[in-house]
Structure formats: C-alpha cells, structure tokens
C-alpha cells in the first residue's frame, strides 16, 4: 500500500525534488514496517505527508470554506475542516474534539515524528480511511491495496 500510493503520485513530470522526496518516504516507511512499528501510524503519517508533498494535503489549519479558526468536523468532499456553522449547512455530524486534534496532529506530521506520533493516538484506522478518501476525491487515485490491508490489519 505505501509503495503504490507512492508510485500513483510519482506520475511522468513530477518535481524531482518531491520525487527524491517520495522515495525517502517510502524508505522509511518499510524501514519502521521492518522495526515491527504500527502499521496504521506508519500508513496514515505516511499518506498525510504524500498528500501533502503532492499538494492535496487537507486544510487542518480552519474551516476550508469559510476561514473560521473554531472548527468542528472533518469534510473529505471540501478537502479539511470546516466550522459548525459550515457542517451544520451540510448536513455533516460533528466531531469530538479528540478526533479532530489527532487528524489534525497525523496531517502535520512526517515520517521523521512517527515516535511522537505513536505516543500521542492509539488507533489511526479511521484518519487512514479519510486519507485515502481525501486521495480519491481530490486526487483521483484509488488505492486498490487498501483491501489487502484491511484485511491484514483491520480484524
Ligand atoms: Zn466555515
């Protein structure tokens, strides 16, 4: 899974410095795989920096439609947070603060903080899930080994 979400956003004519960058990545992700680290983390802080690398990173700064600093949800279709008054225009449920902060704590982060990373959340399946659904609504790739991961991971 982390070497094809990589080789789905090195497409021909991609930055050399944001490939170089990629395969950096992609190296230290199979190398904390090799460590036994957790692979949820390892995939989320993973997807959330090649999002960003790639310039489709969420908006975990304020609501990505109004600006508001106070945010209240999570939208994969508006590509970050959103305000309250935003989600509730929506439709969209609210999030408990503890999810908002560790989506928001896995978007900031690299490869180099998993550690801080993995002391601070216990369970990062539902931030890989928006991720990868961010991935598919903005970057148009749908990640087909997710189903294998799942499936080793998940149960
Ligand atoms: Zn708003």
Redesign the pocket.
């Known amino acids: 899974m982390l070497a094809e979400s990589a080789d789905a956003l090195m497409y021909d004519g991609v930055d050399i410095e944001v490939g170089r960058k990629i395969y950096h990545m992609l190296d230290q992700g199979f190398a904390l795989l090799n460590q036994r680290k957790r692979a949820d983390i390892i995939m989320a802080v993973f997807l959330a920096d090649l999002l960003r690398n790639t310039g489709i990173g969420p908006n975990v700064d304020e609501?990505?439609?109004?600006?508001?600093k106070k945010i209240s949800a999570i939208s994969v279709r508006d590509g970050g947070f959103?305000?309250a008054?935003?989600?509730g225009k929506q439709g969209m449920l609210l999030n408990s603060v503890t999810r908002l902060k560790q989506f928001r704590l896995i978007c900031k982060a690299d490869m180099d903080k998993y550690d801080i990373v993995e002391s601070c959340v216990s369970d990062c399946r539902e931030d890989v899930g928006l991720l990868l659904a961010i991935l598919k609504e903005h970057g148009n790739i749908e990640i087909r080994s997710f189903g294998l991961y799942n499936r080793l991971f998940c149960h």
């Open positions: 609501c990505a439609i109004c600006g508001e959103l305000c008054d935003c989600a």
